[in-house]
């Protein structure tokens, strides 16, 4: 089976891949992506924030004073203020989390890392994690395989697996709806 995560492509593509090499050549992707990591976790999921990079009634240049302001409090490195800082002053901050949510994926692909999310009806206990991750590493041939789950209760049971584009939905909500699908069209 042969299941893997896409390259970024297009603009966020560009902007991503620009990132990376120029983290690459300066040797402080891990920097990078831990202060990616503390940007998505504290502020862009933050509606505050939310809201002022992507409120059009904010000028850019406040929107980029106000963003690399709260980087630089945030001990970021320089790159990554720079980085946030061009992304705001070419009015393409909207962008930020979706750039960053791509470029820590790009990070693990290039790494040798498999995504995968796991949404089910309940919370996963570790060695379920572990029969997960060996299946999913069985599967496709990958060694390391990052594992995040979310529930979602309206699944009533199963599974869905996303991996890149690619979805494996095992649950038994989606096994109601088309067997009532299919009995619809019998009738």
Do not use: W
Request: contains cysteine; glycine residues 6%.
């Amino acid at each position: 089976m042969e299941l893997s995560e896409q390259k970024p492509v297009g603009l966020t593509g560009r902007y991503i891949n620009a990132l990376f090499e120029l983290c690459s050549e300066k040797k402080i992707i891990d920097e990078v992506v831990s202060d990616f990591n503390n940007l998505k976790e504290h502020f862009l999921s933050n509606p505050e924030f939310s809201q002022l990079i992507s409120s059009p009634t904010i000028g850019k240049v406040k929107q980029t004073k106000l963003i690399v302001e709260i980087l630089k409090k945030a001990k970021a490195n320089k790159v990554t203020i720079n980085f946030c800082g061009v992304l705001s002053k070419n009015g393409r901050v909207s962008l930020l989390n979706k750039i960053v949510t791509e470029f820590l994926r790009e990070v693990s692909r290039r790494n040798g890392e498999l995504n995968v999310e796991v949404v089910s009806p309940y919370e996963l206990d570790q060695s379920k994690k572990s029969i997960i991750e060996k299946q999913i590493s069985k599967n496709t041939g990958r060694e390391k395989i990052l594992l995040r789950t979310n529930v979602d209760k309206s699944l009533i049971g199963g599974l869905v697996i996303k991996i890149g584009s690619k979805m494996i939905d095992n649950s038994i909500k989606t096994k109601l709806k088309n067997l009532e699908l299919a009995m619809k069209g019998e009738s």
